[in-house]
């Protein structure tokens, strides 16, 4: 049919619906990386992505983006708290003083977008589902309320999604079409990483001063270790974008059981910055 996907533009678009909820609930920031608690993503019988916890994940990535970018992600809701208040439609929302948000609201409303950007759609040029003989898919697991919406009485906190649509930019053309399966045909290699969520670690930071994590990746190979740090919260009142830097002062790594394996004595403070 000629027809290729443009990179990065594949998405979910839907409503939010808060009612059944209390009267002042609303939604946490940066809304649709929360949403998704676990994504799959399977070409064919392959597993090319499966990520437990996918929000908290992308949520730091998308603190590195700049405020360009972020100021152009309202539809993925990374918006300021009035305005979520009043696309949410929270009983205790702002009247005055927010005329830019209620004016953004009149434009978008309850409508938010799931970017389905996985690097295989987004840094290999045109994507052409024709030319492959085995069907790309994406199986998303939502979140729990409690990870999704703030308010006040935790007993009543409630969502759903409504007027669900698959939305991507599309370009008909034969020449695109033709260059593309001739890549596929002569053995196209997809580059891309795969994040795993290998444990939950719980500590005191005040008395657990020292953690032993032990990774068993199964894996050819391994690009990086992450170790992301969030607080406690309570149902109903989470900051979704709040990571903590627990000060870690030296950090040891052991390697089929040979220690030190990066620097003889660890890495220590004055280290941290360059391994980052």
């Known amino acids: 049919m000629n027809e290729v996907l443009v990179p990065g533009s594949l998405a979910l678009v839907f409503n939010i619906d808060l009612s059944g909820g209390h009267a002042n609930n609303f939604l946490v920031q940066n809304v649709t ?67 830019a948000e209620i004016t953004l609201n009149e434009v978008y409303g309850s409508k938010y977008r799931i970017r389905l950007d996985h690097q295989i759609l987004t840094d290999h040029g045109v994507f052409y589902p024709q030319g492959l003989y085995k069907d790309l898919t994406f199986e998303t697991t939502l979140a729990e309320a409690a990870d999704v919406v703030n308010g006040s009485d935790t007993t009543n906190l409630k969502y759903k999604l409504t007027n669900i649509q698959l939305e991507y930019d599309m370009i008909r053309s034969k020449t695109l079409a033709d260059e593309a399966h001739s890549v596929y045909s002569s053995g196209k290699e997809f580059v891309y990483d795969h994040v795993m969520r290998s444990q939950v670690v719980t500590f005191k930071k005040v008395t657990g001063t020292r953690k032993n994590i032990k990774i068993d990746a199964q894996k050819r190979s391994l690009k990086a270790l992450l170790l992301l740090f969030i607080g406690p919260y309570t ?42």
């Open 33 to 99: 990386r929360a949403l998704v608690d676990r994504l799959h993503v399977k070409f064919g019988g392959t597993t090319l992505h499966d990520t437990v916890g996918y929000g908290i994940y992308k949520i730091f990535e998308d603190l590195f983006l700049s405020q360009e970018e972020r100021d152009n992600r309202i539809l993925e809701g990374i918006q300021s708290e009035d305005l979520c208040k009043i696309r949410s439609g929270a009983g205790d929302k702002k009247t005055s003083g927010v005329k």
């Open 235 to 276: 149902n109903g009142a989470r900051d979704s974008e709040k990571y903590i830097f627990p000060d870690l002062t030296k950090v040891s790594v052991t390697i089929n059981g040979s220690p030190n394996m990066l620097y003889t004595n660890g890495v220590e403070s004055k280290d941290m910055w360059e391994e980052a």
